[in-house]
């Protein structure tokens, strides 16, 4: 079941809790349901949804309602944070947290061999990964699990949403620094707005394992330039239909093509990205339209680390073009079992290039006008601009700077 609408005003409350109920008609009397949640990071409508389930659920007379963040790698949310993104002060299951660097907090569910790796992957990996994932989806916990989640352009899985949901949302190391590092090999140029990635294969194929029956609740949304959130699409029922039926709708709401490159782009980030480790998405939505040996600029003042999670090892390695890290693999076995920072080194660093002596650099600069200090910026390979000083106004006038607002939000390309 689903929408076919799309329209500027999009779907009301009304036709959003119809499309629900309907999904959940098939949860029985007496199941015990998880809800897998999008974290603070994500700019989607689960304050909307989330209620219509809970009541819904309770009347059905479900003997267990709970939900779970998938958070990935990123820092665990307040409890106002987590209650401001189920929309409900009065949940009365536990909103649990994933930890996805914790053993004793996750199980392994099966095994991708090294057989199928390559071939899902078309080669670019070729072995084994063990499927691990948070405990809460062990086989016999839960009966259903509901997947809470909106769809947009991503750098390492083509689209956001369906099966990314489960890995790396809330699944253990191997998977998670797999796909990050699967997405760089592949390229961001060939990965970004594509829907049957490499990365997609694996991750459904992993989801494959997981044992609960799955509703997807897949929806399509984007802000109005007053800041309103409009849900366009939602799509309930299969996870792998729904995503797909969303990623097609995503692809006429979040991408935007202009008719050249640009010497400038000035990034003025979108106010849900705190830290570079998802702040990088100004450089990963953006870099197909800035010409080689160009500059991007990333004005947000409210953006104040690079990770809170990741952030010693990002400033340890830097950040460098694909070929550059490959060459810090080698030499670092801890760079190797970090993978997903190595391939966050290589996406934010975009594509490279080579410059009149053969080396490998950088296809354009990176001008950090933001809450990091000069020294921090300088010393991961970024370049520095003071925000207090930086006025982008003065730039508007110039035919070869674009000004992109609310930059991460949406992919742009060439076309």
Request: hydrophobic share 40%.
């Amino acid at each position: 079941m689903s929408t076919e609408l799309l329209t500027s005003s999009g779907l009301d409350l009304s036709t959003l809790t119809d499309i629900v109920q309907q999904a959940l008609e098939m949860v029985q009397p007496g199941e015990r349901v998880l809800a897998i949640i999008p974290d603070r990071t994500r700019d989607d409508n689960t304050h909307l949804l989330f209620p219509i389930a809970n009541e819904f659920l309770a009347q059905r007379g479900v003997a267990r309602f709970d939900a779970l963040v998938a958070q990935g790698t990123h820092p665990p949310m307040s409890e106002s944070q987590k209650r401001s993104k189920i929309g409900s002060t009065n949940f009365a299951g536990h909103v649990y947290d994933h930890r996805w660097d914790e053993p004793d907090e996750l199980i392994t569910i099966g095994e991708l061999s090294a057989e199928t790796v390559s071939q899902l992957t078309g080669g670019l990996i070729d072995r084994r990964v063990p499927v691990t994932i948070n405990k809460l989806l062990a086989p016999g916990i839960y009966d259903t699990v509901l997947v809470f989640g909106a769809t947009v352009p991503h750098e390492v899985a083509g689209f956001a949403g369906g099966a990314k949901y489960f890995f790396p949302g809330v699944a253990g190391p191997e998977l998670t620094h797999t796909t990050h590092w699967l997405g760089a090999l592949a390229g961001i140029e060939n990965i970004i707005g594509r829907v049957d990635t490499p990365t997609r294969k694996l991750i459904e194929a992993a989801a494959d394992l997981i044992s609960a029956r799955i509703i997807s609740l897949n929806t399509v949304v984007s802000r109005e330039a007053n800041g309103e959130l409009v849900t366009y699409a939602l799509f309930a029922g299969e996870i792998r239909q729904a995503f797909r039926r969303a990623a097609k709708v995503s692809r006429q709401v979040h991408i935007r093509y202009t008719n050249r490159k640009y010497k400038r782009v000035v990034a003025l980030l979108d106010p849900h990205y705190d830290e570079l480790w998802v702040g990088g998405k100004a450089s990963y939505k953006l870099g197909a339209i800035i010409e080689e040996g160009g500059e991007l600029i990333i004005y947000a003042p409210h953006l104040t680390k690079l990770s809170e999670t990741h952030g010693p090892l990002i400033e340890k390695y830097g950040y460098a073009p694909l070929e550059s890290v490959r060459d810090m693999l080698g030499v670092s076995e801890e760079l190797r079992e970090n993978l997903c920072i190595a391939a966050h080194l290589a996406h934010v660093a975009y594509a490279g290039r080579l410059d009149d002596r053969g080396k490998v650099v950088p296809r354009y600069r990176i001008t950090m006008a933001t809450g990091l200090d000069e020294e921090t910026c300088r010393h991961v390979n970024l370049g520095y601009i003071d925000h207090r000083s930086f006025n982008y106004e003065n730039l508007r006038s110039d035919s070869d700077t674009l000004i992109v607002e609310n930059a991460g939000r949406d992919l742009y390309q060439v076309g």
